[in-house]
């Protein structure tokens, strides 16, 4: 029973350090100053369009992700509902820290988005790896891997952040160069990050909600 509770305790430590990653690569990003990144693009659109507020919209469209997600047969774990509450949790508190400087100068801004979404990817390996669920956007990255497990995981990935980014520019979001390096620059870097990490996401097992609360109501019952 101590072994299972210090691998939950080391697997939430993995999933909160990887949603802070994630958080910060995504304000690093934004303050790179050289376009929306391709969902802050496509929930902005939405936002204009309907008139609901970015934040709902960021809620509405991880839900509908979710449901995707679960169609795909891909499990909703505890990690899922955490990466929605913790990551604009996180953001908000980084950017109140005030830390990470808006930079001005627009080659060094390209430089400064490259290194954001390599602190994403580097998040998405941690609180991934967890293995408590996969956040939306990368619990249906990870279900579409599953179905076309022939097509490498960077590419899916590529491919839905250009989708949502093209879905955005439609509906009017601002889209700059740094958000089309974004889109091409994600799936090469987190194809690197995976691979140098020895991360393969078709060999992962993550652990349904459902799964975890029958886990820890064993240990409770033994305690």
Same mark, same amino acid.
């Given at each position: 029973m101590k072994k299972i509770i210090q691998s939950y305790f080391f697997r939430l430590l993995r999933l909160f350090l990887g949603l802070f990653l994630y958080a910060l690569g995504t304000v690093i990003t934004i303050q790179a100053n050289v376009g929306l990144a391709p969902w802050e693009a496509f929930h902005m659109g939405l936002s204009q369009k309907t008139g609901i507020s970015f934040g709902k919209i960021v809620i509405l469209v991880g839900l509908l992700i979710v449901m995707v997600s679960v169609i795909l047969k891909e499990k909703i774990g505890f990690g899922t509902v955490m990466n929605m509450i913790f990551i604009g949790t996180f953001c908000d508190l980084i950017i109140g820290w005030n830390f990470i400087p808006r930079i001005d100068n627009y080659g060094l801004g390209i430089l400064f988005m490259l290194f954001g979404l390599f602190v994403i990817c580097?998040?998405? =390996? /941690? =609180?991934?790896?967890?293995?408590?669920?996969? @956040?939306?956007?990368? %619990?249906? *990255?990870?279900?579409?891997? +599953? +179905?076309?497990?022939?097509?490498? $995981? @960077? *590419?899916? #990935? @590529? *491919?839905?952040?250009? !989708?949502?980014?093209?879905?955005?520019?439609? *509906?009017?979001? +601002? $889209?700059?160069?740094?958000? $089309?390096?974004?889109? /091409? @620059?994600?799936? /090469?870097?987190?194809?690197? !990050? /995976?691979?140098?990490?020895?991360?393969? $996401?078709?060999?992962?097992? %993550?652990? %349904?909600? !459902?799964?975890? &609360? #029958?886990?820890?109501? &064993?240990? #409770?019952?033994?305690?």
């Amino acid at each position: 029973m101590k072994k299972i509770i210090q691998s939950y305790f080391f697997r939430l430590l993995r999933l909160f350090l990887g949603l802070f990653l994630y958080a910060l690569g995504t304000v690093i990003t934004i303050q790179a100053n050289v376009g929306l990144a391709p969902w802050e693009a496509f929930h902005m659109g939405l936002s204009q369009k309907t008139g609901i507020s970015f934040g709902k919209i960021v809620i509405l469209v991880g839900l509908l992700i979710v449901m995707v997600s679960v169609i795909l047969k891909e499990k909703i774990g505890f990690g899922t509902v955490m990466n929605m509450i913790f990551i604009g949790t996180f953001c908000d508190l980084i950017i109140g820290w005030n830390f990470i400087p808006r930079i001005d100068n627009y080659g060094l801004g390209i430089l400064f988005m490259l290194f954001g979404l390599f602190v994403i990817c580097l998040g998405s =390996y /941690f =609180y991934i790896g967890s293995a408590l669920g996969a @956040g939306p956007r990368d %619990s249906l *990255m990870i279900g579409l891997k +599953k +179905k076309f497990s022939s097509i490498p $995981v @960077g *590419m899916i #990935r @590529g *491919m839905i952040e250009g !989708t949502v980014l093209l879905l955005g520019w439609l *509906m009017g979001a +601002k $889209v700059g160069l740094g958000t $089309v390096i974004a889109v /091409f @620059g994600i799936s /090469f870097i987190l194809q690197f !990050t /995976f691979k140098c990490l020895r991360f393969n $996401v078709d060999d992962l097992h %993550s652990e %349904s909600v !459902t799964e975890t &609360v #029958r886990n820890l109501g &064993v240990i #409770r019952k033994e305690s």
